[in-house]
């Protein structure tokens, strides 16, 4: 999703990365600011856990 799209943006967040933006001279002239969104990853999880579906079959990890 892009925020530009919508006046605002909920979700579920695991990394959070802000930093300084500087000119030629080492003046600060603005920040940047990036967002891990792992809303989509979640709910992907919660569907596919053991027991949430039960048509799905789980096997056991083979070592």
């Known amino acids: 999703?892009?925020?530009r799209?919508?006046?605002?943006?909920?979700?579920e967040t695991w990394s959070v990365t802000i930093g300084s933006v500087r000119d030629?001279?080492?003046k600060?002239?603005?920040?940047?600011?990036s967002i891990l969104d792992i809303t989509e990853v979640k709910k992907s999880e919660e569907k596919n856990a053991?027991?949430?579906n039960p048509g799905r079959k789980?096997?056991?990890?083979q070592e």
């Open 1 to 3: 999703m892009n925020v």
């Open 5 to 11: 799209d919508k006046d605002s943006w909920a979700g």
């Open 24 to 26: 030629k001279e080492g």
């Open 28 to 33: 600060l002239i603005g920040a940047v600011e």
């Open 50 to 52: 053991p027991g949430k």
């Open 58 to 61: 789980c096997k056991p990890k």
